[in-house]
């Protein structure tokens, strides 16, 4: 099942710009994950945030998390043209170890 | 990519037959799992397995079988059961439960 939805589906901008991407989710999680895609390829993990944690940085990276919002966010600051790719969201259940990923959204990082 | 590795990257397959995808990891993660992309989709969970000699079903494991004779292996077979087996599969592992998880490259498959 599909817990995590991404917002928006698309987000184009211009290098050196900021970007900012959303994750609503339904059920209570254990730990929420945001993952790269580049095209056709695997996805490569960026970011795990657990359910009593609020913000968390790795690089150009920051992800939020509001459990009583259901919601996390990802920015990604001065962007690049490499970091152009799909973004996905993944939550992990608190009685499970399985995964649900969102449907992504797309970034286009403009030269 | 990480240590996993997943072959081949393209297959074609004529409809009715079974087909087999290999998953290779080299990380000693007990974890693994299978997972099936369409197109502007997110990742869908078809089968994991926690241990060797042990898997469970995911979301979507009709017309899918698994095996987990080895800790570093953990093949799937799209079975002609399958209705609409064209897509893109990912395999994963992980070190253990909640936590980051290891893709491979990717098996394209393409069914007709």
């Known amino acids: 099942s599909q817990q995590g939805e991404e917002d928006p589906q698309a987000l184009s901008i211009q290098e050196g710009e900021n970007a900012t991407m959303n994750c609503s989710y339904k059920?209570?999680?254990?730990?929420l994950q945001w993952y790269r895609q580049n095209s056709g390829r695997g996805l490569v993990h960026l970011i795990l945030?657990?359910?009593?944690?609020r913000e968390k940085h790795s690089g150009r990276l920051r992800v939020t998390l509001d459990t009583s919002k259901k919601s996390s966010s990802l920015l990604i600051t001065a962007s690049r043209a490499a970091d152009t790719a799909s973004y996905f969201c993944?939550?992990?259940?608190?009685?499970?170890?399985?995964?649900?990923f969102g449907a992504g959204t797309t970034v286009t990082v403009r030269a | 990519d990480g240590g996993i590795t997943q072959s081949p990257k393209y297959l074609f397959r004529k409809e009715g037959q079974n087909v087999t995808l290999s998953c290779e990891q080299n990380?000693?993660?007990?974890?693994m799992y299978w997972y099936r992309q369409d197109p502007g989709q997110g990742l869908r969970l078809i089968y994991y397995?926690?241990?060797?000699?042990?898997?469970q079903k995911g979301d979507i494991a009709e017309g899918y079988s698994v095996s987990r004779e080895k800790k570093e292996s953990f093949p799937l077979t799209v079975t002609s059961a399958q209705k609409n087996p064209t897509a893109f599969y990912l395999c994963a592992s992980s070190p253990g439960e909640r936590n980051e998880q290891y893709f491979g490259p990717g098996t394209r498959l393409t069914v007709t």
């Open positions: 945030i657990r359910s009593n944690e």
């Open positions: 059920t209570s999680i254990n730990n």
């Open positions: 993944a939550t992990g259940g608190v009685n499970d170890y399985k995964l649900s």
């Open positions: 990380l000693n993660h007990d974890a």
């Open positions: 397995s926690q241990i060797v000699n042990d898997f």
